[in-house]
């Protein structure tokens, strides 16, 4: 006999340990959505006339951003919705998630603005990786992206810049800066962060377990894989990933633990270290809290 739905009679597809329920279809897809929206309307409520960009890589998190965000947004004709991709230049990786991404933008009638490594630092990330270098390649490839993501958002007139995390994601970036004693980088993941030169980054889907957005995505026929880029093996968040999930298999409901407790000494952890005011980078002219920004200073320019 099919275990049942604890809010119908209808046959359960999930489990949620964390939360002891039993859900169907329908009450599972409720409960993802309503997450999303509560986190929007929490932590980044959307004014008339917004422009919101949307970082969309083609993988699972991105396209149920994307496809909720124009489920809630696409019938305001005062807010505008624009998919910016990023080509890092990852030969047999980035092509087959860039092509998902143009089917999903097709699909939903979203304008999609595709931007490359190539052409913004004259270099793809590939290059980049055989470079004889101090940090991984994760690093440079995350400021590269970011970078050129807030510098189109910018000039697009963007007021957001919505970026795919999900619970899983923001739990590991917390215990990795507890890892690296970065308390300057926890200032900046207090949301929403609002600094002068870099458009507010949201993220939408804080609240909502990886592999919730996993069964999300498949049952509203959304990309689900994006098969694995090479160079993810470098990262030290593949290790963190590891133990927290470890902990959640044993402890059910760590993730949203750390993220809960977080976000309680979040406005104190700002209060007490202000994030340093930003200034133009010299060479590039984006927001840089020194002389170069993060990206110019990579690239050793
Ligand atoms: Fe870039 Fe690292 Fe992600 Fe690969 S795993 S896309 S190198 S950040």
Same mark, same amino acid.
């Given at each position: ?130 470079? $004889? *270098?101090?940090? =991984? %390649? ?9 970078? +050129?993501? @807030?510098?189109?958002?910018? !000039? ?92 959640? $298999? *044993?402890?059910? =409901? %760590? ?9 309680? +000494?979040? @406005?104190?952890?700002?209060? !007490? ?29």
């Amino acid at each position: 006999m099919s275990i049942k739905c604890d809010k119908c009679k209808h046959a359960s597809i999930i489990y949620q340990r964390y939360s002891g329920m039993h859900l169907c279809k329908k009450h599972f897809m409720e409960d993802v959505e309503r997450k999303i929206k509560l986190t929007i309307r929490k932590h980044y409520p959307v004014k008339k006339n917004e422009t919101i960009a949307v970082a969309i890589s083609g993988g699972k998190d991105s396209s149920v951003l994307l496809y909720m965000l124009h489920k809630i947004f696409g019938e305001r004709p005062d807010i505008r919705l624009i998919a910016l991709s990023v080509d890092e230049g990852i030969v047999g990786y980035r092509e087959k998630t860039l092509e998902q991404a143009k089917q999903l933008t097709n699909r939903l009638g979203i304008e999609h603005i595709i931007l490359s490594f190539g052409q913004e630092y004259g270099r793809t990330m590939d290059e980049i990786a055989s470079w $004889d *270098r101090e940090k =991984g %390649t994760c690093s440079y490839c995350g400021v590269l992206r970011k970078s +050129i993501l @807030n510098r189109k958002a910018l !000039e697009l007139g963007a007021t957001k810049l919505a970026i795919g995390h999900n619970l899983d994601d923001e739990a590991q970036t917390i215990m990795l800066n507890h890892l690296k004693g970065d308390v300057e980088r926890m200032v900046r993941l207090v949301p929403p962060c609002e600094l002068e030169g870099l458009v507010l980054r949201i993220k939408p889907l804080r609240f909502v377990p990886e592999k919730e957005i996993a069964i999300y995505a498949y049952l509203n026929d959304l990309p689900l894989s994006t098969g694995a880029c090479p160079y993810a093996h470098e990262a030290m968040r593949g290790e963190v990933r590891e133990i927290l999930d470890n902990f959640e $298999d *044993r402890h059910p =409901g %760590t993730k949203y633990a750390l993220l809960s407790g977080f976000d309680k +000494i979040a @406005n104190i952890l700002s209060r !007490e270290l202000p994030v340093a005011r930003l200034v133009h980078c010299r060479i590039c002219g984006q927001a840089a809290s020194g002389e170069l920004c993060q990206a110019c200073k990579l690239l050793g320019k």
